[in-house]
């Protein structure tokens, strides 16, 4: 419980300072900024954002590592879900192919294997998409039969 209180508090003043910063910076303009006259505070800010941003990332995955090693249930049905997500990446992968038409990618020609790489993801959003809807007909096809 001391825990939850001490991560809220430092959500809360995470937030305050956000916005503190946000209206600093808003509060310097846009000229300023693009003529290089404030470019240090923007900079300060930019670090003390990443800072923020780096400190978040590792309380998320030091907690959630530690939910899912102290519930083996989680872990099982974690598992079971990133297996499910890997052979959905491994099936768009041998499905789609590369492309033999040259695309530009900032003026340099994108390869085969880019290609390649792009249509799996394409592929792979597809057969996600197909899924949510699936399984969302399905339980909205479960609660009409249930009441």
Do not use: R
């Not at 000229?31 to 930019?46: L, P, Q």
């Not at 290609?115 to 909205?140: D, Q």
């Amino acid at each position: 419980m001391m825990s939850k209180k001490l991560s809220t508090i430092f959500v809360g003043i995470v937030g305050v300072l956000s916005i503190i910063f946000l209206a600093m910076i808003i509060g310097t303009g846009d000229t300023a900024i693009k003529a290089g006259e404030s470019s240090g505070t923007v900079n300060t800010f930019m670090y003390i954002a990443y800072a923020i941003l780096i400190v978040t990332i590792a309380l998320v995955l030091i907690f959630t590592l530690k939910g899912l090693f102290t519930n083996t249930a989680t872990l099982k049905s974690t598992l079971i879900g990133v297996g499910a997500f890997l052979v959905v990446l491994i099936i768009s992968y041998a499905v789609s192919g590369g492309d033999t038409k040259e695309y530009l990618y900032g003026g340099v020609p994108a390869t085969e294997t880019a290609s390649h790489l792009v249509g799996a993801g394409i592929v792979a959003f597809y057969i996600l998409i197909v899924g949510t809807i699936v399984a969302m007909l399905m339980a909205g096809v479960k609660n009409l039969f249930n009441k």
